[in-house]
């Protein structure tokens, strides 16, 4: 899984066209920090920075390499806090220049600490990818650029390393980190980007099946099933006890009007042995196909069949009493009503709403499989800071 | 109309025969409702005399040979409900004592005829007539004329806030609500449950993609208030499969009934396609309202439908409050949600309730276009546009 520099690395050019990417309008710049306003609080955090204070290279430089070697010590708390306070400060929205100052700082430490060994752009990229999903869960206003330059550090680092390192692992590693940047990108509904994600993520690692559903309900969400259908066969074919993928593949193709393998596909999943929310769900999809087709005998044994497997769920329920209705037997809709309703509802999420949101469990294991890459690492980040600077050095000039 | 009654009261007592001296208790036992001359459909009371010269351990009933219910002490009552099927039913109740005897009644129901299934059927319709926008609250039964399919109809019931209101509150309490907008939407609910008069009853169902607060139908206004406490806001929105629900828990109840839902109408999450709401909304009764909050339809994808589908969804939804009679009341600011709680409450206060019964009903599902005109009046006359002839 480790790739080591000496070999392959031309770690001094390549960084810096990474670099001229980051800051250029290339592909891997997503122009989306929006115009907000910078926060007025004055907090200077306890790296003693102040938001909008002018910061030198050498200070930045200082910080982050002290950050770096927290990160490497173990300290997982303070050192995606204090990389957030480092990035706010130095960052200012709608100051595009504070950005390429931190990122040139930022930069020098890394090619410092890489020369070294290639490995250590994992957890580097983690760290960053921690005060991303940090930054994102706070939304302060004011640090829409800081949350962007985070969270491209985190991919290209991945990408970098991916590129420079050409081994299996690597891409392995790089396709969950931009899965699981893909899975907080969809949480706050930004799907253009998180979709890049999913997309290189997918083309990194074919069988990752995180992000070939995550792209695949993308495309679903934007009208755009035969797409999905693409997406989800290979997510079906790299892990085919995939219930979520067999589910989303049958939905896609019911809107493509693919009824009969839809059918299939749903009569498996209610036959199968399931607790998830997905079971519910195909009860509930495979009923409404019968309905549509008018076949409304055949759905109220499907719904009959799922409310003995799942009498919590209140969907099949209704339903129920509508096929029931359409049938004529209204005196047992009503009375399948009035059971419900004499009740109270548990207020859990429904099989729909699953369905429809970002779950972040469904990125739990991309997750865990980052930090693990990323701790085993540490103590090669802890060396080569450690290492006197000359040795360090990649050639790069400043 | 007739009915079988297999075993009789008297003739059990004429045949109670002792046998020898291990002979055990005679059981003398007679259905007393249902008779087999009465239409039995839905909830249904069946309830057994005994004659006995020892105590009854227990009753059996059965419908069509299935067991559905005992009943240990007198009166030897047990509920079932029959469902809505036109059909031949059997009843049998089998006691027995505390000694092992036993004794049998049986009863078969017949299906009432199409002609008496027709007399059921008294359509009701609530009438607002305007002119300018006030309401004209001057008219008289002869005033109104009701066409059915162009054919005109006997008025048969006429009235003007006398009927109770039943009401269903259905607020979307959907994560895209906002603390002021949920105040908001306290506000008008509150403002229309306090403008109830004590004969009406409301049920206040919170909804998003789940149900997440509701009360029974009540009219004490203590309960429908404390829906309200601890309600925040969760969740998507499943306005098809909570309408439908409401709907149909409004089928059982009497007088005027109506849905006033509240949403944005941006439906993701729902089960049930739009159209079944509008089969309801067509089949039933109950007049709906729907509020919506911050003016504009929006068009939109979904993991279910592209936008045609969405927009087809709406469509639908719009089409079942029309048909309904009711209408809907779109709001740009939530301070005006109060004021479109209260002009829903004042509409239905001043609507006129006709009846009348259908001259070409058939039961054959088809759509019925109703149109009720006021003589010699110039202006607005509204009401639900038809219905479906279930």
């Given at each position: 899984?480790?790739?080591?520099?000496?070999?392959?690395?031309?770690?001094?050019l390549?960084?810096?066209?990474?670099?001229?990417a980051?800051?250029?309008?290339?592909?891997?710049?997503?122009?989306?920090?929006?115009?907000?306003?910078?926060?007025?609080?004055?907090?200077?955090?306890?790296?003693?920075?102040?938001e909008?204070?002018?910061?030198?290279?050498?200070?930045?430089?200082?910080i982050?390499?002290?950050?770096?070697?927290?990160?490497?010590?173990?300290?997982?708390?303070?050192?995606?806090?204090?990389?957030?306070?480092?990035?706010t400060?130095?960052?200012?929205?709608?100051?595009?220049?504070t950005?390429?100052?931190?990122?040139?700082?930022?930069?020098?430490v890394?090619?410092?600490?890489?020369?070294?060994?290639?490995?250590?752009?994992?957890?580097?990229?983690?760290?960053?990818?921690e005060?991303?999903?940090?930054?994102?869960?706070?939304?302060t206003?004011?640090?829409?650029?800081?949350m962007?330059?985070?969270?491209?550090?985190?991919?290209?680092?991945?990408i970098?390393?991916?590129?420079?390192?050409?081994?299996?692992?690597a891409?392995?590693?790089?396709?969950?980190?931009?899965?699981?940047?893909?899975g907080?990108?969809?949480?706050?509904?930004?799907?253009?980007?998180?979709?890049?994600m999913?997309?290189?993520?997918?083309?990194?690692?074919?069988?990752?099946?995180?992000?070939?559903?995550?792209?695949?309900?993308?495309?679903?969400?934007?009208?755009?099933?035969?797409?999905?259908?693409?997406?989800?066969?290979?997510?079906?074919?790299?892990?085919p006890?995939?219930?979520?993928?067999k589910?989303?593949?049958?939905?896609?193709?019911?809107?493509?009007?693919?009824?009969?393998?839809?059918?299939?596909?749903?009569?498996e999943?209610?036959?199968?042995?399931?607790?998830?929310?997905v079971t519910p769900?195909?009860?509930?999809?495979?009923?409404?196909?019968?309905?549509?087709?008018?076949?409304?005998?055949?759905?109220?044994?499907v719904?009959?069949k799922?409310?003995?497997r799942?009498?919590?769920?209140?969907?099949?329920?209704?339903?129920?009493?509508?096929?029931?209705?359409?049938?004529g037997?209204?005196?047992?809709?009503?009375?399948?009503?009035?059971?419900?309703l004499?009740s109270?509802?548990?207020?859990?999420?429904?099989?729909?709403?699953?369905?429809?949101t970002?779950?972040?469990?469904?990125?739990a294991?991309?997750?865990?499989?980052?930090?693990?890459?990323?701790?085993?690492?540490?103590?090669?980040l802890?060396?080569?800071?450690?290492?006197?600077?000359?040795?360090?050095g990649?050639?790069?000039?400043? | 109309?007739?009915?079988?009654?297999?075993?009789?009261?008297?003739?059990?007592?004429?045949?109670?025969l002792?046998?020898g001296g291990?002979?055990?208790?005679?059981?003398?036992?007679?259905?007393?409702?249902?008779?087999?001359?009465?239409?039995?459909f839905?909830q249904?009371e069946v309830?057994?005399?005994?004659?006995?010269?020892?105590?009854?351990?227990?009753?059996?009933?059965?419908l069509d040979?299935?067991?559905?219910?005992?009943?240990?002490?007198?009166?030897?009552?047990?509920?079932?409900?029959v469902?809505d099927?036109?059909?031949?039913?059997?009843?049998?109740?089998?006691?027995?004592?505390?000694?092992?005897?036993?004794?049998?009644?049986?009863?078969v129901?017949?299906?009432?005829q199409i002609?008496?299934?027709?007399?059921?059927?008294?359509?009701?319709?609530?009438?607002?007539?305007?002119?300018?926008?006030?309401?004209?609250?001057?008219?008289?039964?002869?005033?109104?004329?009701?066409?059915?399919?162009?054919?005109?109809?006997?008025?048969?019931?006429?009235?003007?806030d006398?009927?109770?209101?039943?009401?269903?509150l259905?607020?979307?309490?959907?994560?895209?609500?906002?603390?002021?907008?949920?105040?908001?939407?306290?506000?008008?609910?509150?403002?229309?449950?306090?403008?109830?008069?004590p004969?009406?009853?409301?049920?206040?169902?919170?909804?998003s993609?789940r149900?997440?607060?509701f009360?029974p139908?009540?009219?004490?206004?203590?309960?429908?208030?404390a829906?309200?406490a601890?309600?925040?806001?969760?969740?998507?929105?499943?306005?098809?499969?909570?309408l439908?629900?409401s709907l149909?828990?409004l089928?059982?109840?009497?007088?005027?009934?109506?849905?006033?839902?509240?949403s944005?109408?941006s439906?993701?999450?729902?089960?049930?396609?739009?159209?079944?709401?509008?089969?309801?909304?067509?089949?039933?009764?109950?007049?709906?309202?729907?509020?919506?909050?911050g003016?504009?339809r929006?068009?939109?994808?979904?993991?279910?439908?592209?936008?045609?589908?969405?927009?087809?969804?709406?469509?639908?939804?719009?089409?079942?409050?029309?048909?309904s009679?009711?209408?809907?009341l779109?709001?740009?600011?939530?301070?005006?949600?109060?004021g479109a709680?209260r002009?829903?409450l004042?509409?239905?206060r001043?609507?006129?309730?006709?009846?009348?019964?259908?001259?070409?009903?058939?039961?054959?599902?088809?759509?019925?276009k109703?149109?009720?005109?006021?003589?010699?009046?110039?202006?607005?006359?509204?009401?639900?546009?038809?219905?479906?002839?279930?």
């Open positions: 899984m480790r790739a080591r520099t000496d070999a392959k690395c031309q770690g001094g390549l960084l810096c066209l990474v670099a001229a980051w800051l250029g309008t290339g592909p891997i710049v997503w122009a989306q920090a929006t115009a907000v306003p910078p926060a007025s609080g004055d907090g200077t955090g306890s790296l003693g920075l102040k909008g204070a002018k910061i030198s290279s050498e200070r930045v430089e200082e982050y390499r002290k950050i770096l070697l927290d990160w490497s010590a173990g300290e997982t708390e303070r050192a995606p806090e204090e990389l957030i306070q480092l990035e400060a130095a960052i200012v929205d709608g100051e595009p220049k950005r390429k100052a931190l990122l040139g700082a930022e930069q020098r890394i090619h410092q600490v890489g020369a070294a060994d290639l490995e250590v752009l994992v957890p580097i990229a983690v760290l960053h990818h005060a991303y999903r940090r930054l994102l869960e706070r939304r206003r004011g640090e829409a650029m800081a962007v330059h985070t969270r491209s550090m985190a991919r290209d680092l991945v970098l390393y991916h590129e420079q390192s050409g081994s299996e692992g891409g392995l590693v790089a396709s969950r980190l931009l899965t699981s940047l893909g907080l990108l969809l949480q706050s509904a930004q799907q253009l980007p998180a979709g890049e999913f997309q290189q993520a997918a083309e990194l690692d074919g069988k990752n099946v995180a992000a070939l559903l995550g792209l695949a309900s993308i495309y679903e969400k934007n009208a755009q099933p035969e797409t999905a259908v693409k997406q989800l066969r290979r997510a079906l074919e790299a892990d006890a995939s219930a979520e993928a589910l989303r593949l049958a939905l896609n193709l019911k809107r493509l009007d693919q009824t009969a393998e839809a059918g299939k596909l749903l009569e999943l209610t036959a199968a042995v399931d607790s998830s929310w769900l195909a009860f509930q999809e495979l009923a409404r196909l019968h309905s549509d087709k008018g076949r409304q005998a055949e759905a109220e044994k719904l009959r799922g409310i003995e799942h009498p919590d769920d209140m969907r099949l329920v209704i339903q129920l009493a509508a096929v029931l209705d359409r049938r037997s209204a005196g047992e809709a009503t009375a399948l009503v009035e059971k419900l004499a109270q509802p548990k207020a859990e999420a429904s099989a729909r709403y699953l369905y429809n970002v779950r972040p469990e469904a990125f294991p991309a997750r865990s499989f980052l930090a693990e890459n990323s701790r085993s690492r540490l103590p090669v802890a060396q080569a800071l450690n290492a006197p600077a000359e040795a360090s990649m050639g790069l000039g400043r | 109309m007739s009915g079988l009654r297999t075993a009789r009261f008297g003739l059990a007592l004429a045949l109670g002792l046998v291990t002979a055990r208790a005679q059981v003398a036992v007679r259905i007393q409702s249902p008779t087999p001359d009465q239409p039995i839905g249904t309830e057994v005399g005994i004659r006995s010269g020892e105590a009854v351990d227990r009753v059996e009933v059965f040979g299935k067991l559905v219910g005992s009943a240990k002490t007198p009166p030897f009552r047990v509920r079932v409900d469902g099927e036109n059909v031949q039913r059997e009843f049998k109740a089998v006691a027995y004592t505390v000694s092992g005897a036993s004794g049998t009644d049986s009863v129901t017949q299906p009432v002609m008496d299934e027709l007399n059921l059927k008294l359509r009701a319709l609530f009438v607002s007539v305007s002119r300018g926008g006030a309401q004209n609250l001057s008219l008289e039964q002869g005033d109104f004329q009701i066409y059915d399919n162009g054919d005109a109809q006997e008025i048969v019931t006429f009235g003007r006398e009927l109770p209101l039943t009401a269903v259905l607020l979307d309490t959907s994560e895209s609500m906002r603390e002021k907008e949920l105040e908001a939407v306290r506000r008008g609910a509150r403002a229309f449950l306090g403008g109830m008069k004969s009406d009853e409301a049920m206040l169902a919170l909804f993609d149900l997440l607060k009360t139908f009540t009219a004490d206004k203590k309960v429908l208030g829906a309200f601890d309600a925040h806001a969760a969740g998507g929105t499943a306005v098809n499969d909570f439908y629900l149909k828990a089928d059982s109840r009497q007088g005027q009934r109506v849905v006033v839902l509240f944005d109408g439906d993701v999450h729902s089960v049930l396609p739009a159209s079944e709401v509008l089969w309801k909304a067509r089949a039933g009764q109950s007049l709906i309202y729907w509020i919506q909050l003016g504009q929006k068009s939109f994808t979904s993991a279910w439908r592209d936008y045609q589908g969405n927009d087809q969804e709406y469509d639908n939804l719009d089409k079942a409050v029309r048909e009679g009711g209408r809907i779109a709001v740009e600011r939530p301070e005006e949600l109060e709680f002009d829903i004042q509409e239905l001043q609507q006129y309730a006709l009846g009348y019964y259908p001259t070409t009903a058939k039961g054959d599902g088809k759509w019925h109703v149109e009720v005109r006021v003589k010699g009046f110039a202006g607005r006359v509204r009401t639900r546009e038809g219905y479906a002839d279930h």
